[in-house]
């Protein structure tokens, strides 16, 4: 099962740009996380943030978090190639063990 | 940091056949460990849990019989899919939890590329 939708599935923008990513999920969440994984790739963990946090920032990312809207984006500043990547978010849907449910991801491709 | 290795890290086989990937937590202990399917251009589905000294847990839709999931040790989970068919083809990912403080950190293995022929 997937634990919701990001917007948009995918993006293409030019090098130096700024890329926003949204995530939308459904059940309430302990803690939400955004990877990173390049085509055919593993997955390499970018930024974990808690569900009383609302923004979180790690070097050109910038996480939000509005628990509300049970949703969270995350804007990657002065984008380079080799940024291109596909980003998932992913949460703990609540569940209070260890699973980790995946949205659906955003493919992004930075042109140099 | 913890490190999650799978074995082997792609694998072709037959139509039939069964096939066995292996997935080992490095340095910490992990009596849960996850397993996910990923296909092209899709997200990570996840598939079961495992659970060390008893018995996985499938997620909807997701044929026990045909995912063989077996947690022989504290360190080491497998997932045998058995007489795989090419719809089995696929990037199959295992993750293991490490509790912290305020949360887990869920470590991933760098993933088996599957094809069955």
């Known amino acids: 099962s997937q634990q919701g939708e990001e917007d948009p599935q995918a993006l293409s923008i030019q090098e130096g740009e700024n890329a926003t990513m949204n995530c939308s999920y459904k059940?309430?969440?302990?803690?939400l996380q955004w990877y990173r994984q390049n085509s055919g790739r593993g997955l390499v963990h970018l930024i974990l943030i808690r569900s009383n946090e609302r923004e979180k920032h790690s070097g050109r990312l910038r996480v939000t978090l509005d628990t509300s809207k049970k949703s969270s984006s995350l804007l990657i500043t002065a984008s380079r190639a080799a940024d291109t990547a596909s980003y998932f978010c992913a949460t703990d849907a609540g569940t209070g063990g260890f699973k980790t449910i995946f949205g659906a991801g955003t493919r992004l491709f930075v042109k140099a | 940091g913890a490190v999650v290795s799978q074995h082997p890290s792609w694998v072709i086989c037959k139509s039939g056949t069964s096939v066995k990937i292996e997935c080992r937590s490095l340095?910490?202990?992990?009596?849960?460990m996850f397993w996910y399917r990923q296909f092209p251009k899709q997200s990570l589905m996840l598939m079961a849990t495992?659970?060390?000294?008893?018995?996985?847990?499938?997620e909807q839709g997701v044929e026990k019989d045909k995912f063989l999931i077996n947690h022989a040790s504290l360190t080491l989970s497998t997932l045998t899919v058995t007489s795989a068919h090419p719809e089995d083809s696929s990037f199959y990912i295992c993750?293991?939890?490490?509790?912290?403080?305020?949360?887990?950190?869920?470590?991933f293995g760098p993933g088996t590329r599957l094809t069955v022929l």
């Open positions: 059940t309430s969440i302990n803690n």
């Open positions: 340095d910490f202990q992990a009596t849960t």
């Open positions: 495992s659970n060390e000294g008893s018995k996985a847990t499938y």
């Open positions: 993750s293991a939890p490490r509790p912290s403080l305020i949360a887990f950190e869920q470590f």
